[in-house]
């Protein structure tokens, strides 16, 4: 009996042995297989209507000219001042010119730096028509021949930095029949997104990359019948999500009733009455974004909607300034950046704000155009209005553009900004 109960204790040893061999081997083994499981690859899914990934349309050109490209370290200067605001997404095109294969040259520099810095790209394809921007008679219904070498361009960009770039757009406002001298038809754009979708299909670009078109509200359906074309149709349904582009500045001009009925004969500060114009642009914005969101579902596609582009000029001597719509100065830039931001957020929906910083080369013979001025800082590196509250995180982090820190427009004085405010005089005058 006493060998057996010996026998017992043995055997009762033994297993206990070895069931601690077990929970040892897949304690490790566990341990291991988290050391193995590599971090989830951000993707367009994740970053797409997230408050937390603030996106912006970036060109870092500070030259008149785009002959004279910004370099590197100019780049990187102004990713670290956009990564220090929130923008971990931008907005790129040109990538013909070093200028987007340099943007993304930054952002991995920066990347190899700073393990937590985070910065991703949405990769423009600049899209033309037969002829375009020639005295040639243009063919909308045919694609430029240059075309193919962009899309091959973007491409290979996307490939080389796939954890960089998360999104490709053909085409920059390529449908939008006001762009004369080169718009396309959909159809254009169909071919070139579905051939990117196709490349995506064979594992030549990652099944996680988006496409898109980045396009004005009328483009996507949101306007006049005759963009709503069988193309169009067959182009929602093969994008990843739509990218569209809202303005209502330009439509202070253009559809000016939202804008200067009543409201310089109605009482109140200044202030007050500016807030009820910047409202209305609000309001003017979400319109057509609702326009948009109604023809997709006509036409049977529920996809993401994000605005691929809006802003406000901060100066005009146009249509935009005292003599025309008088929309144009930093405080309504700024009520329109912060309100814009606002809704956005809330609603999820990504906004490509335009832009972040000025860029003189885009109507270089008239410094005052309103074109030049789109920014959230000059082009020296000046915070307008809207940026005023983060000029002290700037600076502690020691942050710059060029040889000056970052300093407040109008050297932080209102009163003197206030001066350069006006409300509609009720008439547009500038024709």
Not at 98 to 104: G, M
Not at 115 to 133: K, S
Not at 224 to 241: A, F, K, M, N, T
Request: charged share 25%; proline share 3%; net charge negative.
């Amino acid at each position: 009996m006493k060998d057996r109960y010996k026998y017992k204790d043995e055997l009762g040893i033994t297993r206990l042995f070895l069931v601690l061999i077990f929970i040892s081997i897949t304690f490790f083994s566990c341990k291991e297989d988290k050391k193995m499981i590599l971090p989830k690859s951000i993707t367009a899914v994740d970053i797409l209507g997230d408050p937390e990934c603030q996106a912006v349309s970036y060109g870092g050109y500070r030259m008149n000219s785009r002959d004279i490209q910004p370099s590197i370290a100019d780049i990187k200067e102004d990713l670290e001042i956009l990564s220090a605001l929130g923008v971990k997404l931008i907005r790129t095109y040109n990538v013909h010119l070093p200028h987007a294969s340099n943007v993304l040259k930054a952002i991995e520099e920066l990347r190899t730096e700073n393990a937590e810095f985070e910065m991703y790209v949405m990769l423009g394809v600049w899209i033309n028509c037969q002829n375009a921007f020639s005295e040639l008679p243009k063919d909308h219904s045919i694609g430029s021949p240059d075309n193919a070498g962009e899309v091959d361009e973007a491409v290979s960009l996307a490939q080389q930095h796939p954890e960089v770039v998360k999104i490709i757009a053909v085409g920059n406002e390529a449908m939008v029949k006001w762009a004369a001298s080169y718009y396309v038809e959909p159809g254009i754009i169909l071919r070139w997104v579905r051939h990117i979708q196709t490349l995506k299909s064979k594992g030549e670009l990652s099944k996680d990359l988006w496409v898109t078109s980045s396009d004005n509200f009328a483009s996507w359906g949101g306007g006049s019948e005759e963009y709503h074309v069988p193309e169009l149709d067959s182009l929602i349904q093969e994008v990843d999500y739509i990218s569209m582009h809202t303005y209502p500045m330009h439509d202070t001009h253009y559809n000016p009733a939202f804008w200067n009925k009543e409201i310089a004969k109605s009482g109140g500060a200044l202030e007050i009455k500016v807030d009820t114009l910047i409202t209305r642009a609000i309001s003017y914005a979400q319109s057509q974004y609702r326009a948009v969101e109604s023809y997709a579902k006509k036409v049977g596609v529920q996809k993401p909607i994000h605005i691929g582009e809006t802003g406000w000029a901060s100066q005009s001597n146009g249509f935009y300034g005292p003599d025309g719509s008088r929309a144009c100065d930093e405080y309504k830039q700024a009520m329109y950046y912060h309100k814009m931001r606002s809704w956005t957020n809330e609603d999820s929906i990504s906004c490509f704000y335009f832009e972040a910083f000025d860029e003189k080369w885009k109507d270089a013979a008239n410094p005052n155009g309103s074109e030049n001025h789109f920014g959230l800082f000059t082009h020296d590196g000046q915070a307008k209005y809207a940026l005023w509250g983060s000029v002290d995180l700037l600076n502690s982090m020691q942050l710059s553009r060029g040889d000056s820190t970052i300093k407040k427009t109008y050297n932080g004085e209102l009163d003197e900004l206030m001066k350069t405010v006006f409300v509609p005089n009720g008439i547009v005058t500038k024709e």
